[in-house]
């Protein structure tokens, strides 16, 4: 209880830090593990190889869960969050799509609450992230945004009239894959030419595989450093990339006219020198009205802040309802 010179007492209320959560940031090559507090602050993470096999992957995933819970034992786990490129059926809860992880049909939900006898639960990264929008960021100004997740695709999360939008069977969102050129390169979802072959951090290393004529491997970050030192090639294959990402939000913003447009992913590092391609392509994309605000989320553990806010909406209640 609190004091006040008049009126009503006020009661302080905060959520127990010795509550946590286990989160996973499912990627392709790459998954990043940690544990966050109630408020979203991580007490650890870490990295790990990807299998490219479900049940390899979920194995994996389940012993270091094991073992972060074995290393926090002064802790209290309330659950698992998991974000990861894909949809999930939200009634089997099974992944339904996931082309960049390369998984059809599976329970990793399943797998992951035999595994570790803990609640499991999962959402599309950028699904998550809008949630975690709504938890730690102001939802009472919020009621239209979409979240763009750009890493090896671009998958999208839509938070409409105060909702989230899902969709039949939960896969609303994936303009990634919307078809840009029927003639372009071929992408994970077996389509031709999707946004996301253009706009995704793959598309930028292969803008620059042309641009410098060279075969070399190197991955998104190493092509961010080299653009940084300013190498030409590296710069140009951001801008293209850059470019390519607004040219698809605009079908975002034509279609569903948000307020706001949150950009998640490692390529934000470079908003100050490229963020400007993509607000230049949103601020001549509305019909009437006004352009939506374009910003790059705060941080590099947005999708991780993703993984927090799905367990804290699942087991404490929406943050928000919808508002008039
Ligand atoms: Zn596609």
């Not at 009661?11 to 127990?16: D, I, M, V, Y």
């Amino acid at each position: 209880m609190g004091r006040l010179p008049r009126g009503r007492r006020p009661t302080f209320l905060r959520l127990n830090d010795r509550i946590a959560i286990l989160v996973v940031d499912l990627r392709p090559n790459e998954s990043r593990v940690g544990v966050a507090d109630v408020n979203g602050n991580f007490l650890s993470q870490e990295s790990m190889p990807t299998s490219r096999d479900p049940r390899i992957a979920a194995e994996g995933l389940a012993t270091r869960i094991r073992h972060l819970k074995e290393v926090h034992s002064d802790l209290v786990f309330e659950g698992v969050g998991i974000s990861l490129p894909g949809r999930i059926d939200e009634k089997t809860q099974h992944i339904i799509f996931a082309p960049n992880l390369g998984w059809a049909d599976f329970d990793l939900k399943g797998a992951i609450k035999r595994a570790t006898g803990m609640r499991v639960e999962l959402e599309n990264a950028a699904n998550a992230c809008a949630l975690a929008e709504v938890w730690f960021g102001h939802p009472e100004k919020n009621r239209d945004f979409v979240v763009v997740t750009v890493s090896e695709g671009i998958g999208a999360g839509v938070f409409v009239n105060g909702h989230l939008a899902r969709g039949l069977r939960g896969m609303a969102g994936e303009f990634g894959h919307v078809s840009l050129d029927p003639n372009g390169p071929t992408c994970t979802c077996g389509g031709r030419g999707c946004w996301e072959v253009y706009g995704s951090s793959r598309a930028a290393l292969r803008y620059y595989h042309e641009f410098s004529q060279t075969q070399e491997e190197l991955s998104f970050r190493d092509l961010m450093g080299l653009a940084d030192s300013g190498n030409e090639a590296a710069h140009k294959a951001l801008e293209k990339m850059f470019q390519a990402i607004g040219r698809g939000i605009r079908m975002i913003v034509t279609g569903l006219a948000p307020e706001e447009i949150v950009v998640v992913g490692e390529l934000t590092r470079q908003w100050p020198q490229f963020g400007s391609l993509i607000e230049k392509e949103v601020g001549s994309a509305f019909l009437a009205g006004r352009a939506p605000r374009v910003r790059p989320a705060e941080g590099e553990m947005a999708r991780l802040r993703g993984a927090v806010a799905l367990v804290l909406q699942k087991h404490f209640g929406p943050a928000v309802e919808a508002q008039k």
